[in-house]
């Protein structure tokens, strides 16, 4: 999310709003409520720290830069022409703020009737969808999402990202918009599952937001 600067009339200098373009949005949900899935510790930390830092240091990155006027999409999609700390931390940001939206204490929520469809025309059925996501999480070497994206061609995909790059970015092999994102680093898990990447992707399909992820569907291929 972007704030506008505002400049009141002398009042206050502009140096006073020169930091901060990008910011958090506030946690859709309590750090403890996908407890069973996500323990509260991790989320208050993967929140409060890991995600706060990302997009400190996307603002660190840009200040004083022509892209400090742009959308964070807009960054996205031209970033091999930018430093690695802009790329990281774009990624991070983007990456982050959609995670937390796919994600909720809700439960039993259903991908809607136009993204059943989709989905069983691409990968058979929900649960085929299922495997593979994990399977693209669980093979990611190191650090890295696995994404389902709708394509060019309004079709949905799996794929995997290394780091905080993603779908949107111009060096993605695969691109597309993410509609769903699994974060598989380390800090999203390790307190509570350590070594066991594959249970904690397990345990997210209990607390996945079809909702959302439908919602984010149905805006992407209008
Ligand atoms: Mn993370």
Redesign the pocket.
């Known amino acids: 999310m972007k704030i506008k600067k505002i400049f009141l009339a002398g009042a206050i200098s502009a140096a006073t709003f020169a930091a901060a373009q990008f910011r958090q949005t506030p946690l859709p949900y309590a750090y403890n409520a996908l407890e069973g899935s996500v323990d509260a510790q991790t989320m208050e930390i993967?929140y409060t720290k890991?995600?706060a830092a990302y997009v400190a240091n996307l603002n660190k990155a840009i200040a004083g830069t022509p892209l400090e006027k742009e959308s964070l999409e807009k960054i996205l999609s031209h970033i091999s022409k930018e430093s690695p700390a802009v790329r990281n931390n774009a990624g991070g940001h983007y990456n982050?703020e959609l995670f937390w939206t796919v994600l909720t204490p809700e439960k039993n929520t259903q991908p809607s009737p136009g993204l059943a469809k989709a989905i069983n025309d691409s990968f058979g059925s929900l649960d085929a969808l299922k495997e593979k996501l994990s399977k693209a999480g669980a093979d990611r070497f190191g650090s890295g999402w696995a994404w389902l994206v709708v394509t060019a061609d309004k079709k949905l995909a799996v794929t995997s990202t290394a780091n905080q790059d993603n779908p949107l970015m111009d060096i993605a092999e695969v691109k597309g918009t993410p509609i769903f994102g699994i974060?598989v680093?380390e800090?999203?898990y390790y307190l509570k599952y350590q070594n066991k990447r594959a249970d904690y992707l397990a345990a997210l399909w209990n607390v996945t937001n079809w909702k959302e992820i439908s919602r984010r569907y149905g805006e992407t291929i209008k």
Do not use: L, R
């Open positions: 993967h890991h995600a982050h974060d680093w800090h999203a």
